[in-house]
């Protein structure tokens, strides 16, 4: 029995499991930590044998953050403690994602691409149980002597306090409240729904995120050891933070909002220029700006008319010229990103905490810090949740906004496309790397393709351990990904034979240079040499029609891989396999 279900089966509910370490709620004064933590800190005890001196890994994700919104990535969005981190680290510039929140959370703790194991659909694959060979990455860390802790959304079939991860604040469905930051009715503690009802003055998502990470860390140092530098003392940690902002609704503090009240009133157009030109001075790209895609949003996105009835005259429903918006709507845009922005200013003060943690415990300095996004802003423009209060403060609770296609535009500038497509502006994420002790290089950029199907090989190698070739009973496939770290040392040291994509009629595969993708309700691939072009506006299948066919051929052959893999292991599987949109 697993221990969610052991706390069940004792009645354990709400009532006596009181979840007090999140933001705005007492602590017990002794220690900061949850009464309840304490009173569980017998399961906590030590019991490592092995993983002393061991790195530990801090692994930071934001949602439907855009590839150029941090600082550090050129944005205009104040994120002095990721700065710091890329200062003191190395950037990836082409570090992909798969374009959406659960296939890419299924890549960043199994080493698969998610449609190998059912985590997002395919031609030939329904979206599905994971297979019993896709263990997630804590299950593997534990042999090894690694304690695993989760903060945050979820997004990933079955529970987390099921998958190896010993404290988890999110929940076994989408492990959060996707429609309200400033509420946590739907959120559990270690499986255990936490009680509902805070106001906006008391609770905010992101922050109460970073406290549980904050509590896991302070209990992690209490029960096993000093986590430091190699000195031979205490057990390494997994804690793996991930963060709901700035996911929609655009919900942020008054406080932050505010320091970005006449940041965005010159428009998109600037602004999206304005960032291209400091990532074209910092090294980052090298493309063209893409144009706005005018016409191109999500099918599901509200009707112009629902937008106009429901938000108000100010809603944009498409990425048109700045200047063609009315004076009402300017006026509503700009306070959009500005709400966007404070989102994730305020991601990264909570992050900075975080950062102090490890200072605090000594661990700073031997914790491999990674950062990156689930996948590029978001175009969509929908209302859910607690629907959209007209007459509420926009960024508030009673509101429902989303970024929408104009200032996703900036968000992911340069680059085309957004959230959900599987050209550049989709599936291009920012990628810190911070590790004092194993990253010599400080403030370097590395140019090498990378995806996130890389980032578990990369913690087992740092974990000292190698892949299991038999999980559950069964032989693994192998894992596409490569350990990152010879990149830490060093540009160019990463190669893929190709990496791949695939999701809701999307998809794509690049091989060296080389990108050819095609978008959902079109039957043409579209060619592209990304090292030149990687803003996607200069199409060369009709010049290149051997190349598009060879690409063509190979997306399919690794499709063909999945599916055979599938059927072999078909009866084995884990997880509820259920599609969560996000
Ligand atoms: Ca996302």
């Known amino acids: 029995m697993n221990r969610r279900s052991f706390l ?74 990721l700065d710091a981190l890329a200062a003191n680290g190395v950037r990836f510039t082409q570090h992909y994602s798969t374009g959406r929140c659960w296939p890419s959370r299924a890549c960043i703790l199994t080493g698969y691409y998610a449609q190998h194991i059912r985590r997002d659909g395919a031609p030939g694959i329904g979206m599905g149980k994971r297979p019993a060979w896709a263990q997630l ?12 802790y989760h903060s945050g959304k979820w997004h990933i079939d079955g529970d987390p306090m099921d998958n190896g991860f010993e404290r988890s604040w999110g929940g076994e469905r989408s492990g959060c409240d996707w429609n309200r930051f400033f509420s946590s009715g739907i959120w559990e503690e270690d499986g255990v729904k936490a009680p509902g009802g805070r106001t906006e003055e008391g609770y905010y998502s992101t922050v109460a995120i970073a406290d549980h990470a904050i509590q896991c860390l302070k209990l992690h140092k209490k029960y096993h050891g000093n986590p430091s530098t190699g000195s031979g003392q205490g057990a390494p940690f997994f804690s793996y933070v991930t963060f709901y902002s700035p996911h929609f609704p655009l919900h942020a503090l ?28 910092m090294g980052i790209i090298n493309c063209p700006l893409s144009e706005r895609d005018e016409k191109i949003i999500p099918s599901w996105n509200f009707t112009p008319e629902q937008l106009k009835t429901q938000i108000g005259q100010g809603e944009a429903p498409f990425a048109v010229a700045w200047d063609t918006l009315t004076y009402q709507q300017k006026k509503c845009q700009a306070t959009k990103m500005a709400i966007h922005a404070a989102m994730i200013t305020r991601m990264d003060i909570e992050i900075g905490r975080i950062v102090q943690q490890l200072k605090n415990m000594g661990a700073y300095e031997n914790t491999l810090i990674l950062f990156a996004s689930d996948n590029g802003a978001s175009a969509e423009q ?40 599987n050209h550049e502006g ?56 490569k350990s990152l770290l010879p990149a830490f040392a060093s540009n160019g040291a990463v190669q893929h034979e190709s990496l791949w994509w695939c999701h809701k009629g999307n998809r794509a595969i690049r091989m060296g240079d080389w990108k050819l993708t095609m978008r959902v309700g079109s039957k043409k691939w579209e060619l592209y040499n990304v090292k030149a072009d990687r803003s996607e506006m200069n199409d060369l299948s009709a010049k290149y029609p051997d190349k598009t066919m060879m690409l063509a051929g190979r997306w399919q052959a690794i499709l063909d891989g999945f599916i055979k893999d599938l059927a072999v292991s078909e009866s084995e599987a884990v997880g509820n396999g259920k599609e969560i949109k996000g």
């Open 137 to 148: 990455l804590p299950d593997l860390l534990k042999p090894l002597g690694y304690h695993s």
């Open 426 to 481: 989709g599936i291009s994420s920012p990628l810190i790397a911070h590790w004092p002790k194993g990253i010599s290089d400080k403030g370097e950029l590395r140019h090498d393709p990378t995806h996130f199907i890389d980032i578990p090989p990369t913690i087992m190698e740092l974990a000292g351990g190698s892949w299991p070739r038999i999980r559950n009973g069964i032989t693994t496939p192998p894992t596409p990904g």
């Open 254 to 281: 008054r406080k932050d909002i505010a320091t970005y009240r006449d940041t965005y009133q010159e428009g998109w157009d600037v602004m999206r220029k304005r960032r291209w030109e400091r990532m074209k001075k």
């Open 382 to 421: 929908i209302i859910r949740g607690d629907k959209h209060d007209k007459s509420a403060p926009l960024g508030s609770a009673k509101t429902f906004l989303c970024l929408g296609p104009g200032w996703s535009t900036v968000a992911n500038a340069p680059l085309r496309l957004h959230k959900y497509w």
């Open 8 to 81: 069940r089966t004792l009645g354990l509910g709400t009532a006596a499991l009181t979840l007090s370490s999140v933001a705005g709620l007492a602590r017990e004064p002794e220690t900061g930590l949850s009464s309840r933590a304490s009173a569980e800190a017998e399961n906590l005890k030590p019991d490592e044998t092995s993983g002393a001196g061991r790195p530990n890994v801090l692994l930071i994700l934001a949602d439907d953050m855009g590839f150029s919104d941090v600082g550090c990535y050129g944005g205009d969005i104040r994120t002095p403690n």
